[in-house]
């Protein structure tokens, strides 16, 4: 299994601005993700944070909205940038071993754009 | 026990019946799948997987059917409990990278 802990838990903030979420695992990993749950719905893949080189982003997000940073294998943060309520969203760190095993994840960040 | 056909968004029981949750995933290519239990104010937790090589594979109260040639998943839940109420998500490797959810499914437990 792996621990993870993401901070904040929560958040409030105004609209325009940006807030940085991190995501720290008790152990090295091989992939570090972020999705997003909009309220009532399923999760969708931001990005794939590699380690020392830009994120993979998926379809409909992108780099200059998510910056993600991922500097060794233990640690990965995403910012949520210039902010509007349509933002509002649980944000969750996944983390995997190894590829096609399984994907743990953290308890995620609720934010809330006002 | 109850049963849905297709996929629904929710699925109410009596405790101590048989639950049933389908699943229906897009990409004939996905060789591993994984059903996730998620709570409220919680992340999504491994309930149990199975691979393409397999069609059946049980757990703990826990039963996975995966048929391949319709792509679709089933998670039964034996006995149901009031602590099995929770949202389950169905999720499948697609290219080897990073998992992909389908839809999720309510599932409440009266006592």
């Known amino acids: 299994s792996a621990v993870i802990s993401q901070k904040p838990s929560r958040d409030i903030c105004q609209r325009g601005t940006s807030l940085t979420i991190q995501c720290q695992v008790d152990?090295?990993?091989?992939?570090m993700f972020w999705y997003r749950q909009q309220p009532g719905q399923s999760l969708t893949l931001i990005a794939t944070?590699?380690?020392?080189?830009?994120?993979?982003?998926e379809s409909g997000f992108v780099i200059d909205k998510f910056p993600i940073s991922r500097p060794n294998l233990t640690f990965s943060t995403l910012t949520v940038s210039n902010m509007s309520p349509e933002d509002s969203s649980i944000y969750l760190c996944?983390?995997?071993?190894?590829?096609?095993?399984?994907?743990?994840f953290g308890q995620g960040t609720r934010l809330t754009v006002v | 026990g109850e049963s849905v056909g297709l996929h629904l968004p929710t699925l109410s029981v009596q405790e101590g019946d048989n639950s049933i949750i389908n699943c229906a995933y897009s990409?004939?290519?996905?060789?591993?799948f994984i059903w996730y239990k998620q709570e409220s104010g919680k992340g999504p937790q491994f309930i149990i997987d199975?691979?393409?090589?397999?069609d059946k594979r049980q757990g703990q109260r826990v039963t996975v059917l995966l048929n391949k040639t319709v792509k679709h998943l089933s998670l039964q839940i034996a006995a149901t409990q009031p602590g099995d109420s929770a949202v389950y998500f169905c999720?499948?490797?697609?290219?080897?990278?990073?998992?992909?959810f389908g839809k999720g499914t309510t599932l409440s437990v009266s006592s």
């Open positions: 996944s983390v995997v071993r190894a590829l096609n095993t399984e994907a743990f």
């Open positions: 152990s090295q990993v091989t992939m």
């Open positions: 944070a590699n380690q020392g080189s830009e994120a993979t982003y």
């Open positions: 990409n004939s290519a996905s060789d591993y």
């Open positions: 199975i691979r393409s090589n397999m």
């Open positions: 999720a499948e490797y697609q290219a080897g990278t990073a998992l992909i």
